[in-house]
């Protein structure tokens, strides 16, 4: 008998199964690691980038742009515009309005890749109601689409905990008294999104 040549297959066969075997481990491990990530941290991974996606929303519209950030509760898209003489808008949406995110392929791919944590940046740790407290301490006009009221335009008078308060006025007319036509009271659950003409950020 060859012992040189039993030796080698033996040798090769326990190589082959020990990589058999981590292969199943890494495969496990890999599962793991996506059971965990959150859209959060899907999207967290494509922002940034100059991927274009499209968002479904609860009120059955698209909105189509590239993330520019993803807060703890909420993501900014830029949206795409048609001539670039014309204003950007960002389109700030809860993600509980987000039913839906179509994107190519190598995009999908890139978002299951590890991404920092979202307690990293300030960006990860703002919430909706921050971000439109902010919008409400600059005065900015705001598209304001909802599930039932469709969209009005106004400028957030202040943000609370779980709702805001919107004075109702024309686009392109300042808030002062007179321009208003009503005031509303608005839960977060019941916005859609928040579209902004990124030049009246100030």
Request: aromatic share 4%.
């Amino acid at each position: 008998m060859n012992w040189d040549r039993l030796f080698d297959d033996l040798e090769g066969q326990l190589a082959a199964e020990w990589e058999a075997e981590r292969a199943v481990r890494d495969a496990e491990s890999e599962r793991l690691r996506i059971s965990r990530l959150s859209m959060s941290d899907r999207l967290r991974a494509l922002s940034g980038g100059d991927a274009p996606l499209v968002c479904d929303l609860a009120d059955g519209r698209r909105v189509s742009g590239v993330v520019r950030t993803v807060g703890a509760d909420w993501l900014a898209i830029e949206e795409s515009r048609a001539a670039p003489s014309l204003p950007g808008c960002v389109h700030l949406l809860p993600l509980h309005s987000v039913h839906g995110v179509g994107t190519d392929h190598g995009a999908i791919l890139r978002s299951l890749d590890d991404v920092p944590s979202s307690t990293a940046s300030l960006h990860g740790r703002a919430t909706f109601g921050f971000v439109l407290r902010d919008l409400a301490r600059r005065r900015v006009p705001v598209h304001l689409s909802t599930r039932v009221s469709g969209e009005i335009h106004g400028t957030i008078d202040r943000a609370g905990a779980d709702h805001l308060d919107v004075a109702v006025h024309d686009a392109g007319t300042p808030r002062t008294t007179r321009a208003v036509r009503e005031f509303r009271v608005v839960p977060f659950a019941a916005v859609v999104g928040v579209r902004v003409v990124a030049n009246q950020i100030r």
